[in-house]
């Protein structure tokens, strides 16, 4: 972004800003999402974020630091990606970083194989049986309570997840 003065063709970097990357990047169209929008120049003056044509500030935008925004993305009906840019002079200029979130249809469970496991004991392999599964980075698995652990893409409706096994007391 830089600021231009028209009358003598000068313009400065003094609002430079950029986006380095979305987290996560991906989420279900009918659901809300909160992703962490970082980058370098963020300023909570005139902040202003842009997701395809829409404009967001103050109630979807919180300024957290120079290097990040906390960003409340809509759930919306359609499928595809969306461009996200970023301003602080209140939406004059944008960034073109070309960093893109992804909706997609929301992945479903509706199996998990084996059922159960035995308590504490470490490195149970569950295949978990649904719909929509996407192959990323992002892709992780939970049980109960216990940290996220990567799960292992098999397709679309398969990813198989080792349980970390944890003592209950």
Known sequence: ??????????????????????????GSTGAESLVTVVGTGFRKQGLV????????????????????????VPGRTGTGKLAVEASVNDGADFTSSGREYLYEAGATVEALLPSRGVSGKSGQ?????????????????????????????????????????????
């Open 49 to 72: 974020v842009r997701m395809g044509p829409t404009k967001m500030s103050a109630g979807n935008v919180m300024w957290t630091s120079s290097t990040q925004v906390l960003l409340t």
């Open 1 to 26: 972004i830089r600021n231009c003065d028209w009358s003598s063709d000068v313009c400065s970097s003094d609002l430079h800003v950029s986006i380095g990357m979305l987290q996560p990047s991906r």
């Open 125 to 169: 392999v569950v295949t978990v049986v649904g719909e929509h599964f996407a192959e990323s980075a992002e892709l992780t698995c939970r049980f109960g309570d216990s940290l996220a652990v990567n799960g292992l893409y098999l397709s679309s409706t398969m990813v198989a997840c080792v349980e970390i096994g944890r003592a209950h007391v």
